[in-house]
């Protein structure tokens, strides 16, 4: 089974994990301008193997879907999401702020609506940009000279390409033999490859991973969903980020268990991944129906909204089966 120790010394110079300090930001690998970390392990010849080995026609939707109330980790009173009508067909023809007659007005029913919400709501990106060390980022970029007043100038949603990678589904919950794991609960190294044991799923270098836990099996209910999260714990996420991993993600609502149980960093996966290692990180993905039909290797696919400088993007991340 491909892990850290079955890599060679060329694909470890390009993995930063292996040059990682503990709680200090991490230089890239690939040099001082980078601005999407591990990101890099995708290239043309990567992309085009994982669409090659892709059966699209049966396509999974790794989303949830965005409503007023929906789960949002709000310890910090973050905003939640919202949407309201701007424009209604009987509001036009009242209102008629087109001008236009009555007739026309009646007969064209025209309906608009908008929406705000945190930009870490539902199934998200976490950039290189949501969580550093002594204000600054991956790659040294700091708060002195790279974030202005409305957003980071580095290393945003804005700056990350379309991924198009090999996945891998971890199915934590599935190996221990229950649908969630118990709150809390920390994944480490020994549960991470006695799951990839189970599912005979091997890691490489560039890989989108994928965690499942459970926890959305009481998707939406917020005081089931959010508090006491199983996830990984540091030691975990050390794991995937020398085995290769691109992108790390999970189906509960921050990828690390909550609460931290280290008193010096109250999310300490997230700062490891993030500024450490130069992963981002995907939040909220939904893995039920992967674990119902067990697939754990898949084609994933997905892409950020184009934020300038944001710390966090929606994506609608599509799974898509590899060929028989």
Known sequence: MCGPSLLNEDQRQKIAAYHATLNQVSKSPFGPEDEIGMLNLMDESSRRQAMREADAGKPFDLAVDFFVGMPLWDDFNDPGFQIWLTHTPAGTVVDNPTSLSAELNERVSYTGDAISMYTHCGTHVDTLTHFGYHGSIFNGFNTREHLGSRHWHRAGADKQPPVIARGVMIDAAAAAGIEMLPESHAIGEKDLLAALKRQKTELRPGDVVLIRTGR??????????????????????????????????????????????????????????????????????YLEDLSHEGIYEFAFMGACLKIRGATGSPMRPIAMPLKS
């Open 216 to 285: 959305m099996s009481v998707w939406p209910d917020q005081r089931r969903f959010v508090p006491r999260s199983p996830g990984i714990n540091r030691e975990g996420a050390e794991f995937l980020a020398r085995a290769g991993a691109m992108y790390v993600g999970a189906d509960n609502g921050g990828v690390e268990h909550t609460p931290s149980a280290d008193p010096e960093n109250w999310l300490p996966v997230h700062t490891y991944l993030l500024a450490e290692a130069g992963i981002p990180l995907l939040e909220m993905a």
